[in-house]
């Protein structure tokens, strides 16, 4: 560790900066029209969606450790409307169909932020856009390329931000938005609990089995949920179904969390108008400021632990269980 991180502590800050509520863990048989595994983004909004689509469905959501503990409170809190990773990347796979993809990705995220005002979610959402920066010559030509956003020389450039190492940036203001991950997650918990998810922590599915056409048993260590349909919502973890373990590879990515600045600080670095910050590398870097003005780090690292591990050790900071998935 450099001399400039000495004094860091490994832990997760957007968790502890907004602790979530607690729910109980399944216990007993039940039943039920959807099983939702895991409490990320992924299955909590599914569990709200099935609750609107019909508020008479019974919905269990079942989280092996604390709701939000893994990726989704403890990422960059970049929203981006993009489908595909970008202009370029969309453009030069599904040329025809780029415009659609546009379009559905902006409206995808204009709803989620009529969601979370109906929801009732405090997020700490901040639409102040994306600005794409250039370190190298080839850099800034890939900028002027781009379409979208405004295109920002190297005196612009450095009149937002001041680093001495950009050379020009490109700000897109429209198409993405910040957030603080981890209220995200616990508020959308919050949400569904509220609609009627009945949510479970320390809650571990063990294993599926159907029983007979159109149900499914899930299993957890204290409990079994008898359901019409199960969603899995697992990302990174080892996959319940077997034909997906192969397709499921965990890559670790970490950031790093300053302290906040002092306005002197703040004055000397600019970024009044508090974009999210991303390079043009291939594995990229990415920053943003906090509601406190803590600068977050991220991005470059895509670290892989052979045979597909994902343990305790190679995380940072733990949930309120700390002990879940096992290493063996
Ligand atoms: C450092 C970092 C920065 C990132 N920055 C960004 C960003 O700025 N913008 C962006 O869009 N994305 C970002 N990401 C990616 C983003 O966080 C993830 O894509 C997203 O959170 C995934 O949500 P999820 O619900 O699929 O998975 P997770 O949040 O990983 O949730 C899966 C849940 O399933 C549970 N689970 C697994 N197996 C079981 C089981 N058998 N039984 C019960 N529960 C189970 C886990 O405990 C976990 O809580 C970042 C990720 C990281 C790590």
């Known amino acids: 560790m450099t001399v400039a991180l000495a004094g860091s ?12 509520e ?5 216990e007993g048989s039940h039943t039920a029209d959807l099983t939702v595994v895991g409490g990320g983004y ?7 969606l099935a609750k609107r689509r019909d508020p008479g469905a019974r919905v269990v959501l079942l989280e092996a450790e604390t709701i939000g503990w893994a990726a989704s409170g403890r990422n960059g809190g970049f929203v981006e409307a993009s489908l595909t990773h970008g202009e370029e990347n969309g453009r030069s796979r599904w040329p025809d169909e780029y415009d659609t993809l546009a379009r559905l ?18 997020a700490e959402l901040e639409r102040t856009g994306v600005l794409s920066v250039a370190y190298e010559p080839h850099q800034v030509r890939w900028l002027e390329e781009m379409s979208e956003g405004e295109l920002l020389d190297e005196r612009a450039v450095q009149a937002e931000i001041s680093s001495p190492i950009y050379r020009a940036g490109r700000w897109v203001k429209e198409d993405s938005a910040l957030v603080h991950p981890a209220r995200l997650a616990h508020g959308l918990a919050l949400a569904a609990a509220k609609l009627g998810v009945e949510v479970h922590e320390h809650s571990a599915v063990t294993s599926l089995r159907s029983v007979r056409r159109g149900t499914v048993d899930v299993r957890t260590a204290r409990g079994l949920v008898r359901s019409k349909q199960v969603a899995l919502a697992t990302n990174v973890f080892r996959p319940l179904l077997r034909r997906t373990r192969l397709m499921t590879v965990p890559v670790y990515d970490y950031v790093l969390m300053t302290e906040p600045l002092s306005d002197a600080q703040m004055a000397e670095i600019g970024w009044q108008h508090r974009q999210g910050v991303g390079d043009l590398a291939n594995q990229f870097h990415y920053s943003r400021l906090t509601r406190d003005n803590r600068i977050l780090y991220g991005g470059y690292d895509a670290i892989y632990h052979p045979g597909r591990k994902v343990r305790p050790s190679t995380r940072t900071g733990t949930s309120r269980s700390g002990a879940w998935p096992r290493t063996s």
């Open 22 to 26: 607690s729910y109980r863990q399944l």
């Open 9 to 20: 502590e490994h832990r997760v800050f957007w968790l502890d900066d907004a602790p979530g």
């Open 42 to 48: 992924c299955g909590l909004w599914t569990a709200v």
């Open 105 to 122: 990705g902006s409206a995808n995220l204009d709803a989620m932020e009529r969601d979370l005002v109906e929801l009732g979610i405090h």
